[in-house]
């Protein structure tokens, strides 16, 4: 790891020891959360998107100012159908990047695919391009946690020989290795990726952070190394980077919260431009849809029929 | 096959089964803290939900927490979070031995009887309608090497074998089987189920359609107050892991060999209950009605039928391998020294 980013690890560490949390809201001001705060937006999230819960996570890492069976959210088995670079390829195929502004129906970040309509530059939404922080690749060196790095190519897996198992001779067992989706004609294995995202808070940056667990086509725990692949490649190795779970064990590759209040608090300033006055509890809603630009091919759940806030018109 | 006769033979999709990393750092400290050369079995917790995406299955999933607490003997009970929606509680259990030669030489086929016999006397004692889960009992054996931080491990998930096996009358999306208004009533049913903290991990239920096409969800255990109240339909529910649109999920094998044994059915209308972003979809989920014309034995508890799950994992060219996982660069002390440095 750079030098630089470890420095800043042991400072943050730091600092988050010796400070207090948050207590004083200043989501309007800052695009930041309290820890009250992010508890309530969690809360809003798990009751209009059942698929995420809260989880207590390793008893050891627990935060004190969280409460234990609130330490951080997370929705298991999300598809990841493509990889982020086929996506791209159509995306831009489609006539462009980035964020489209409907004024009609509050549209927000866009969601991949949509062609850019020509509206969409002058509002000047958050990109993500003022995200990145090193160019600096940050990762350690790729092996595959299915062998080590000092292994043969293909490491030793143990055979067997299972002439009882009657699982494979019965007849009321569908016959199929590990599911592949089941759409016809399209070869990449790969697509049936699947991901467990967390949100946890740092107290540093006041802000939720996203972390990403993938699993391969046939359930085993992927590299994370090769979840870059599903990450835009605008962001890999730059905004999203390679660090210790805060409340799980192993290493998982997460979306680096350094710009997240910013960004959040250019969402909420255009927000209240148009006269809707956002609430500090869909704080998440809108995170994950910012989100959604890093991590384009996991379909995680986000959605509401929202209305972001009060209009005060 | 006898009983085709009747149609297609029921198939059902067998359950997957994912570990996440935390499961086994958990091990790796009991074994080295607290096991030692213990090869005793211990019990352990899986976690499932229905499945909630078009394209992929749900799963089996092991996390840390599935280990028991603390390493003594009660610890069986150990007060897992009940009442979340996403992590229904499977009893298991977990054989872990000391070297390779003794995980190969395993008897797999006795281990595998022995809880499907667990889950046969769990269905004629009655329990299983008091705590349905343990319709799902599963079984998974394993060798940790701590000298290199790698796990060789596989699944059974034991399922009763019906002899001769189920056949098939009809099996379509939930929503063309029901009037609007009973789809209503039931999608509000199920929100309701499943939103419940009482309710919310119990796998398996009985669905009533009155005439009024008002539909209920209860417990297993109000199985005669079900049958008794000239209710229009009956259906036997479970949550189903499966997204595939031509086959139910695993866990509806033994519950319908818990149907026919116990209550004695010869078609049971089964409903594979599915989600679509957390909430009841009832055009993922399945209706179906079975016909099953087993022997008189399966009324007798003495008689224990036969029993598959050991779940298959194909390795390079398609081989049969053990499952296998290297977690030394986040376990292996002089490596996260190295990274640390």
């Known amino acids: 790891m750079v030098l630089k980013d470890k420095l800043h690890g042991v400072f943050k560490g730091t600092v988050e020891r010796m400070t207090n949390p948050r207590t004083v809201s200043a989501f309007k001001e800052k695009g930041v959360l309290s820890v009250n705060e992010f508890l309530l937006a969690g809360d809003n999230l798990v009751s209009k998107c059942p698929t995420w819960s809260w989880e207590s996570g390793e008893p050891s890492k627990r935060k004190s100012y969280l409460p234990a069976e609130k330490q951080f959210l997370i929705t298991r088995n999300v598809p990841c159908m493509r990889r982020a670079s086929a996506v791209e390829e159509e995306y831009e195929a489609a006539g462009g990047e980035v964020l489209v502004d409907d004024d009609d129906n509050d549209g927000w970040l866009a969601t991949h695919g949509k062609p850019k309509d020509g509206k969409s530059e002058e509002e000047n939404l958050p990109s993500m391009e003022t995200l990145e922080i090193s160019k600096k690749n940050t990762i350690q060196s790729f092996s595959s946690h299915f062998g080590g790095e000092e292994e043969e190519d293909i490491p030793d897996m143990e055979e067997y020989e299972d002439p009882d198992n009657l699982i494979e001779t019965d007849p009321a067992t569908l016959q199929s290795s590990y599911l592949v989706a089941h759409e016809p004609d399209d070869d990449n294995i790969l697509r049936t990726r699947t991901y467990d995202v967390s949100i946890t808070y740092d107290k540093y940056y006041q802000t939720p952070r996203v972390w990403l667990t993938g699993y391969d086509e046939s359930r085993m725990l992927l590299h994370p190394e090769l979840v870059l692949e599903d990450v835009s490649q605008d962001h890999a190795r730059k905004t999203v980077t390679i660090e210790d779970h805060p409340h799980l064990p192993g290493k998982h590759a997460s979306v680096h919260p350094c710009r997240h209040g910013d960004v959040m608090k250019k969402i909420i300033d255009v927000l209240m431009s148009r006269g809707v006055e956002p609430e500090v509890d869909k704080y998440l809603f809108l995170f994950l849809k910012f989100v959604a630009s890093v991590i384009p091919t996991i379909e995680y759940d986000y959605t509401m029929d929202f209305d972001l806030g009060s209009s005060s018109t | ?341």
């Not at chain 2, 211990?42 to 992929?56: E, L």
């Open chain 2, 1 to 341: 096959m006898a009983g085709q006769d009747n149609g297609p033979l029921l198939q059902f999709s067998p359950f997957q089964s994912a570990v996440d990393e935390g499961f086994w750092h958990r091990l790796s400290d009991m074994k080295l803290n607290h096991l030692g050369l213990d090869e005793s079995p211990i019990p352990i917790t899986g976690f499932y939900a229905p499945c909630s995406h078009s394209q992929v299955s749900n799963r089996l999933t092991l996390l840390g927490e599935s280990l028991p607490s603390e390493p003594s003997a009660h610890s069986s009970n150990s007060p897992f979070s009940s009442g979340n929606r996403n992590k229904c509680s499977i009893p298991g259990v977990l054989y872990n031995t000391n070297t390779l030669e003794s995980f190969k030489a395993l008897d797999k086929q006795s281990l595998l009887e022995a809880e499907a016999k667990k889950i046969w006397e769990d269905i004629h004692s009655g329990r299983v309608e008091q705590e349905s889960s343990l319709l799902s009992r599963f079984l998974l054996i394993s060798f940790a090497d701590l000298k290199q931080w790698k796990f060789y491990y596989r699944f059974a998930f034991p399922a009763l074998k019906l002899d001769p096996p189920a056949t098939i009358a009809s099996l379509e999306p939930a929503s063309q089987c029901f009037s609007l208004q009973e789809a209503e009533s039931l999608t509000v049913a199920c929100n309701e189920w499943r939103n419940s903290s009482t309710t919310a991990d119990v796998p398996f239920f009985l669905v009533s359609i009155d005439s009024n096409s008002h539909a209920s969800i209860r417990h297993l255990k109000d199985w005669e107050v079900c049958r008794s109240d000239g209710h229009k339909q009956c259906l036997f529910g479970f949550y189903d892991p499966c997204h595939l649109p031509n086959n139910p999920g695993w866990p509806l094998r033994n519950f319908i060999a818990f149907i026919c044994s116990r209550w004695n059915l010869q078609k049971i209308r089964f409903f594979c209950y599915r989600e679509h972003r957390g909430f009841a979809d009832l055009g993922l989920s399945l209706v179906g009605e079975a016909l099953i014309s087993v022997s008189q034995e399966w009324k007798h508890c003495k008689h224990i039928p036969k029993a598959v799950g050991w779940e298959v994992y194909e390795g390079n060219k398609g081989k049969k391998v053990f499952r296998c996982i290297t977690l030394a660069n986040s376990m292996d002390p002089t490596k996260l020294a190295v990274t640390a440095a």
